[in-house]
């Protein structure tokens, strides 16, 4: 039986700033999506009374068990996900795993790796869909990676097989650019980088972006539009954005929901409305079918 929202709210304390939980009543998306369309990055939360969060969590999200997130998906139209473990939950990948369990051919996993796992925990991880860990370089998901961290989780990528996802904002991309340019793993980043956009399209972050998708081992999620944007709805500026980005490097682009979008200023931003946006990034079926179908089943192995 699947736990109410009352219950959940007596098991974890009220959401934090931010996080007000996914738009209620998306419209629903004029844009068709191709057979086989991917959203490459969405979180599931909880349930807590099943799979607790973390004590040491920076931030506590409405639950998003992974029904809903299935639920919200098969409404914008897409057959497969690729689901990111959150800080929320930290180490303990369970409501991940079970995410994955419930439709194996159409889920992969981005785990969190701790120095503290053994071998056979990430074996366990890697039979069970997960293709990639995360590292974070955004100060409101803790401090960054220490050397001992980033030599473990590169280690681990590289024997299994993995890709690297790396989430950084503001000027993060070019402070942390060396080390990314150095990574022999292929790489992807989160959001367009979250760049600054008073910047501008040739601003440094974009310049330090485009450098990096230069390499070859490098990809990058148009995702976070709402995240990106200092417009607002409909993301206008975001989206120009996006499409640069596709236009110059079609074959390594990745779009996700980012469903259900915590630690956002403001309202939730409407998924239906960032759906219809990845046709002003990707305007001709060819584009579309690179970025929701063809690149991710590459990518991520599906």
Not at 58 to 78: K, N, S, W, Y
């Amino acid at each position: 039986m699947t736990e109410s929202p009352l219950a959940w709210t007596r098991l974890v304390p009220p959401p934090s700033p931010g996080n007000p939980g996914p738009h209620p009543t998306p419209r629903r998306p004029t844009l068709r999506l191709p057979a086989g369309a991917t959203d490459a990055h969405c979180h599931v939360f909880g349930p807590a009374s099943v799979y607790p969060f973390a004590p040491d969590r920076p931030f506590t999200p409405v639950p998003a068990p992974r029904e809903d997130v299935a639920a919200r998906q098969r409404f914008l139209g897409f057959e497969r996900a690729v689901i990111v473990q959150s800080t929320v939950h930290g180490a303990d990948h369970r409501a991940l795993l079970a995410a994955l369990a419930a439709d194996p051919a159409n889920r992969r996993g981005v785990a969190l790796l701790r120095t503290m796992m053994s071998r056979a925990e990430i074996a366990q991880l890697d039979a069970a869909g997960i293709c990639g860990a995360r590292l974070h370089f955004a100060s409101h998901l803790g401090a960054n990676p220490e050397r001992e961290d980033l030599r473990f989780v590169l280690g681990a990528v590289a024997e299994f097989g993995w890709h690297l996802e790396i989430h950084v904002e503001g000027d993060g991309i070019i402070e942390h650019s060396a080390l990314i340019g150095g990574m022999a793993v292929p790489v992807v980043i989160d959001h367009m980088a979250r760049i600054d956009l008073r910047e501008g399209l040739d601003g440094p972050a974009v310049r330090a972006l485009f450098s990096l998708l230069d390499r070859g081992n490098v990809w990058v999620k148009v995702s976070g539009a709402d995240r990106v944007s200092l417009t607002g709805p409909p993301y206008a500026d975001a989206a120009a954005v996006g499409a640069e980005i596709v236009s110059r490097f079609p074959g390594r682009v990745l779009w996700g929901s980012d469903y259900p979008h915590v630690n956002i200023s403001g309202d939730p931003p409407d998924d239906g409305l960032l759906v219809d946006l990845i046709e002003q990034m990707a305007p001709t079926e060819a584009l579309r079918g690179q970025l929701l179908v063809t690149n991710p089943a590459g990518f991520f192995g599906f």
